[in-house]
């Protein structure tokens, strides 16, 4: 795990969009793998300039997302596809045809988990996955367990992550259900970028780098790939 500390959120996207640009340029079909909440934010704004002042082509990208919502139709100002439609995909020039999400209005959600993983494999796989890191050491969503998964799957949210997220929801109470990849299925990419910042994040990242492989850290088990770069600002990194 390649652990890089940088002094703002700013200097953390400069470095982390550059990847993503020069991967995209090198392989403009390239498969990335993408995150919601606040620590791809500014990450995301720089693909935007970059986009607009023509220096990049996200035409022929295909994306998947690590997890959404249950219970939410993807028109929802809280979905997570609005999140990605409004902070990325759509000021950025995706094309929505190559846009992958677990649909967390499903019926039969094992059919779309199975279906999802089948799609990651048929693009070929994941190029780049980015990730942020939630409070209680979650990557997706995937919430401090007995086991580690392997593919998507339906969760029930932490309550750490259901207090972390309702600053989203004007009723301050998220969806207590949401799908999610797996553990395994994130470990499959081929590079994972994870962004961490500030004070609240810098127990899981400790755990993350210096705690046994656990799933009660699902975080812990980015040690067992090998290429994760970690971007942290000097707040996240205290405990390293
Ligand atoms: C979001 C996701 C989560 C977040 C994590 C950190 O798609 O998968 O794991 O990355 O909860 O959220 P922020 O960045 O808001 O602190």
Same mark, same amino acid.
Not at 56 to 60: E, M, P
Not at 219 to 225: C, D, E, F, K, R
């Given at each position: 795990m390649q652990i890089v500390v940088l002094d703002s959120a700013r200097d953390i996207a400069r470095q982390v969009s550059a990847i993503l640009l020069s991967q995209v340029r090198a392989k403009p079909d390239s498969v990335l793998g993408f995150a919601t909440g606040s620590s791809p934010i500014e990450t995301y704004r720089l693909l935007i300039e970059a986009h607009r002042a023509g220096e +990049?082509?996200? &035409?022929?990208v295909t994306t998947f997302n690590l997890d959404e919502y249950c219970s939410l139709p993807q028109d929802d100002p809280h979905s997570y596809y609005a999140f990605m439609k409004t902070q990325l995909f759509a000021p950025a020039g995706f094309d929505y045809g190559r846009v992958h999400f677990l649909s967390g209005l499903a019926e039969d959600h094992e059919a779309i988990c199975r279906a999802y993983r089948a799609e990651i494999a048929q693009c070929g796989g994941i190029d780049v996955q980015l990730l942020g890191i939630g409070r209680n050491g979650h990557i997706g969503f995937n919430e401090p367990s007995d086991r580690f998964s392997d593919g998507p799957f339906m969760v029930e949210l932490a309550q750490s992550t259901l207090d972390a997220n309702a600053r989203f929801f004007e009723n301050g109470t998220p969806p207590r259900f949401a799908l999610t990849m797996g553990v395994g299925d994130i470990l499959a990419a081929k590079k994972i970028l994870l962004i961490a910042t500030g004070d609240s994040k810098a127990k899981a990242i400790s755990a993350m780098v210096h705690g046994p492989v656990t799933p009660q850290c699902p +975080? &812990? +088990?980015?040690?067992?790939?090998p290429d994760v770069t970690v971007f942290l600002d000097r707040a996240a990194a205290r405990l390293l």
């Open positions: +990049a082509d996200f &035409s022929r +975080a &812990s +088990a980015l040690q067992n790939h």
